[in-house]
């Protein structure tokens, strides 16, 4: 990629960021609990994948992989969930949806890398 001038950068992110915030926010109006988490980290791993495999500027890749998709998805809310079902003794869930998660999103990236990849 080339280099972006650091301001256009931040600025990029930042814009992106509050894109995938608002999303991710309004997914979690839509669905809640452990369901609205698997959605976003799915499809923002899913975005991330289309992204780094598509012919994009360095500043769109800032834009949609490291704003949108990092603002969008959510590892600290994955995390909070996974310790607060094994705090309340329900182990095999947090260990299924750890798992499921991880695994869901690692082959999402894959699938929308793929896709473009497959495309070009």
């Known amino acids: 990629m080339t280099p ?3 301001i256009v950068g ?5 814009l992106g960021g509050a894109a995938g915030a608002t999303c991710r926010h309004l997914v979690g109006l ?3 609990g452990r369901r609205s988490l698997v ?8 975005a991330l994948g289309v ?8 500043v769109t890749a ?7 998709c990092g603002a969008f998805t959510t590892f600290s809310s994955f995390a909070v969930e996974t310790v ?3 705090e309340s003794g329900e182990t095999g ?3 299924g949806f750890a798992i499921g998660v991880l695994l869901a999103s690692i082959g999402a990236v894959l699938v929308g890398s793929t896709l473009v990849l497959a495309g070009t």
Not at 10 to 14: C, H, I, Y
Not at 39 to 46: C, K
Not at 62 to 68: A, I, Q, T, W
Request: proline letters at 5%.
């Open 62 to 68: 800032l834009s949609l992989g490291v704003g949108f």
């Open 84 to 86: 607060t079902a094994a």
């Open 93 to 95: 869930v947090a260990v």
């Open 39 to 46: 959605i976003v980290n799915t499809l923002g791993s899913l």
């Open 51 to 58: 992204v780094l495999a598509a012919p994009v500027d360095s």
């Open 10 to 14: 931040a600025l990029a992110v930042g």
């Open 30 to 32: 839509a669905v809640s």
């Open 4 to 6: 972006v001038d650091p």
